[in-house]
């Protein structure tokens, strides 16, 4: 994100800044309901779950809206999309958040504006690691490094649990990316929709099999609707209500808020330690994505992907 994007932030209505509030906070909660909800049931339920309650509220919506038949005459992207932001990233999300803090799981994803301007670089944007993007990739990537290998020192960091937080940075990044490229014409809400019910079907095996054994208990029960109808569906709507209220720039600085939110959270709900990896790593991530995203003096910013987690 650029100087000028936050600036220009500053212009925002009051129902745009509730908004953006409403998003910074409810982008950050999902890692504290996943950590919770894999702790009886497998990361593929979760998924299976939340894709499922969220596409049973969003698909009227988009029936309603007429945005569901565009979707479908663009279903292979739809599908593209559907699988690589949802399908899979919630899935290594959850699996890793069985072996790693939530807040941890938050800040790895803070590099997700880093990850997507090396591929707007890959894909041909020549600009995208031009000046102070350079130094912000740098800054990032050293971030990144203090914060897993500072928490490795004590123990904090799970190998395999990193390799899929990386992953799913990098899924969140090429999501919109196909968005951007392949759905630009079709309504959000239809290729949102749509994707969860896809990503639904695919998980229904699993999720019947995970539900065989009967109910889990209240506060996992409670997880998952907070996943499914909060952080899935509700979340979903407010965003592209705060595009439109405040345009696709300033809509993303909330990438900047969600992680340390997953932190306070993990610190004061789930009692998970401030490390030194956090205290060090997490400001240079953040600095770095800064940097990274900001607008030279002959384009406009980056738009920073808001990771759905």
Known sequence: MAQQTVARAAGMSRRGWILFAAMAVIWGVPYLF????????SPATVVGLRTLLGALVLVPLAMRSDALRPALRAWPYVVA??????????????????RVASGFAGLMLAAVPIVSTVLSFVLGDRHALAGVRVLGLATGILGVGLLVGLDSLSGQVDPLSVVELLIVAVCYAVGPAIASRKLGHVPSMGVIAVSLAIVAVLYLPVTGMGLSAGLPSV????????????????????????????GPVRATVITFVNPAVAVLLGLVVLSEPLTWGMVVGFPLVLLGSYWATRATRSEEPVDAPAATS
């Open 34 to 41: 996943i950590k919770i909800a894999v702790a009886e049931i």
């Open 81 to 98: 999309f559907g699988v690589i932001e949802m399908g899979i990233p919630w899935l290594l999300l959850g699996h890793a958040e069985t």
């Open 219 to 246: 506060s996992v029960i409670v997880s998952v609707l907070v996943l499914a109808l909060i952080c899935t569906a509700l979340a979903f709507v407010l965003f592209f209500e705060l595009i439109g209220e405040a």
